[in-house]
């Protein structure tokens, strides 16, 4: 196989850190781990106020050494954060994203977080309070949550590669997406990219005072270019380690439900052809983690080009390509998603769903 430029740097960097690591056997290891998955959380005060329940219930579960957030740190109704942003909107929350991250570094393990549409591509809409320029609030995420380009969050941090380093260099702009990053452990490798869900992948117009429409599609152009790029990165990087699997985490829903009735997801249809011909080319198992929806499902959404799922993008059949959404914080239980992944089985992944609250009356909804 070819050495792409890009593949050489993510090659590279994988060689220092593995040099760096606490465990330099993680990666080539074929030792079955499980990792805690969740998003739309904490939604609401509520669920920040008792951040304890899921975090207690994550940290006491031995087998949990990774911890993924899919986005969406409060509901699309809350205001954002403005952080950036001088004189303060007075519709803001400024404190808001601090005390998340605050909570996201009570986790044992590493945690990795994508963000999603509300803690900034819909911050610009009456329902957010009309609290926030989404470029401002997308740069507020990336200067709290991603301080230190390629590591994690978490009381135990972990070395990943992130675009913000490993790019094209035929490609500048991609330098801007710190938040996407790649990880291989047990030989599977993982990879993080910023879709997010709602609008369409942001295509609904920035309203009042944040209308801005020459930097919402230059924005736009540059963030599904970088996905690609990144994409297609993991995935050469998977074949060239002969990795057992790839598992993917983004915010977006690209098969929500409420989105297909209302015709409202073909700015996704390049990233889903791209995947499934990647996915078919790999031959090995891919996973799809995603919440936005806020309703617990899995399926293989590609697998029938002929099914309700499969028609929408028009693909081939994509057979070895398996989705999960993730239960919402605000849906009874409230839950998170234990997946665990073991190399050394034919079905390498199984996942069941841990609840940490079971009563849709009590103060953790």
Not at 2 to 9: N, R, V
Not at 197 to 205: F, K, T, V, W
Not at 299 to 304: I, M, S
Request: glycine share 4%; with cysteine.
């Amino acid at each position: 196989m070819k050495t792409s430029l890009l593949l050489a740097s993510l090659l590279a960097m994988t060689a220092s850190n593995f040099a760096m690591a606490d465990n330099p056997g993680e990666e080539l290891a074929s030792t079955p781990f499980s990792v805690a998955v969740f998003g739309d959380w904490p939604y609401n005060q509520n669920l920040l106020d008792n951040a304890p329940l899921l975090i207690n219930s994550v940290n006491a579960d031995a087998d949990v050494n990774m911890v993924i957030h899919v986005g969406d740190i409060h509901s699309g109704s809350m205001a954002c954060t403005s952080a950036d942003t001088l004189p303060p909107i007075t519709t803001s929350d400024p404190d808001w994203n601090q005390k998340v991250f605050y909570e996201f570094q009570q986790f044992n393990a590493p945690v990795v977080y994508t963000p999603g549409d509300n803690e900034w591509a819909d911050c610009h809409k009456s329902k957010e309070k009309s609290s926030g320029y989404p470029l401002k609030e997308l740069a507020s995420v990336r200067s709290l949550f991603f301080a230190k380009p390629g590591q994690t969050l978490g009381k135990q941090t972990k070395t990943v590669m992130t675009q913000a380093t490993s790019f094209d260099s035929a490609y500048p702009s991609d330098s801007k997406f710190v938040e996407n990053v790649i990880f291989e452990k047990s030989r599977v490798v993982f990879v993080t990219l910023n879709i997010p869900g709602g609008s369409n992948d942001d295509a609904a117009p920035w309203t009042g005072i944040f209308a801005d429409p020459g930097a919402q599609m230059q924005e736009k152009i540059d963030r599904d270019a970088a996905n690609m790029r990144w994409l297609q990165a993991a995935f050469d990087k998977a074949t060239h380690d002969h990795a057992s699997a790839v598992v993917i985490a983004t915010q977006a829903d690209m098969w929500d439900p409420e989105a297909v009735a209302n015709n409202a997801l073909g700015n996704y249809t390049p990233f889903i052809q791209k995947l499934a011909d990647l996915s078919v080319q790999f031959g090995r198992p891919v996973l799809i983690l995603n919440g936005d929806s806020h309703v617990y499902g899995s399926d293989h959404p590609l697998a029938d080009p002929a099914s309700t799922t499969g028609v929408i993008y028009n693909t081939q059949p994509v057979p070895n390509l398996t989705r999960i959404t993730v239960q919402g914080s605000t849906n009874a239980p409230a839950e998170w998603l234990k997946l665990t992944i073991n190399p050394n089985t034919r079905n390498i992944f199984s996942w069941i769903n841990i609840p940490y609250c079971n009563d849709p009356l009590s103060s953790c909804q």
